[in-house]
Structures are given as C-alpha cells and as structure tokens.
Nanobody
Framework: QVQLVESGGDSVQTGGSLSLSCAVS????????LAWFRQAPGKGREGVAT????????SYVRSVKDRFTISLDHDKKLLYLQMSSLKPEDTGIYYC????????????????????WGQGTQVTVSS
C-alpha cells in the first residue's frame, strides 16, 4: 500500500502558475492509477487529472485541459500537477490519490474508486 503526501499549495493571483507535488512512499506499480482531486469550499470532491503507473494515457477534467499537466517521476517517486492560467474557481484543497487497477491494460479514469488519499494542500486563487 502506498502512502501519499502533498505539498506546494499556495495563494496566487488570477493568471498565475503553481506546481503541486505528491510524494509517494511504497512501490509504484504498473497497475496503479494516480490522480489529483480537488474540493472547493462548500462543494464536493472533483477529479482533476489522472495518470497510470505505466501503460496508458493521462486524462483531465474539461475545465483544466490545456492549463494543467499531470506527470509522474518514477525515479523520484513524485506525482506532479503543474497549473497555469489559474482562475478563482481553481481554489480548493488539492488531494493526490491512488488505487490499483485489476489490470495494467485498463484505462485510468477520474470516476474510478481511489482508495489511498493524501491529506491535501490548499490552493487559493484571488482575483
């Protein structure tokens, strides 16, 4: 079982950029799916981006496409979320999450059930 610890949250102005990191302890397996979720004040948790441990493609929620990039560094065991052109509606607590697919050939999806979660890191975008 992996453990996840996020960092990098901050307060930025509209149009700014920010990079989040998630340190992964434990072995990242080919069948892992790793993702970033966020929760805005007073709202439910929303999937932002997901990437496979290996074999597959990344996917994003429509509202962040072309602005956010998810990446995984296997050597450093870090999951990143690079965010640009930030908007006030991007404000929230950002969580990294993981689960193991039943097969590494299955696609990762933001609607899958992720069962390992970090503690979250706050991102605030002011206008």
């Amino acid at each position: 079982q992996v453990q996840l610890v996020e960092s990098g949250g901050d307060s930025v102005q509209t149009g700014g950029s920010l990079s989040l990191s998630c340190a992964v302890s434990g072995r990242i397996l080919n069948d892992h799916c790793l993702a970033w979720f966020r929760q805005a004040p007073g709202k439910g948790r929303e999937g932002v981006a997901t990437t496979p441990g290996a074999y597959g493609v990344t996917s994003y929620v429509r509202s962040v496409k072309d602005r956010f990039t998810i990446s995984l560094d296997h050597d450093k065991k870090l999951l990143y979320l690079q965010m640009s052109s930030l908007k006030p509606e991007d404000t929230g607590i950002y969580y990294c999450a993981a689960y193991r697919r039943s097969s590494m050939y299955f696609a990762c999806s933001l609607t899958d059930v992720y069962d390992v979660w970090g503690q979250g890191t706050q991102v605030t975008v002011s206008s």
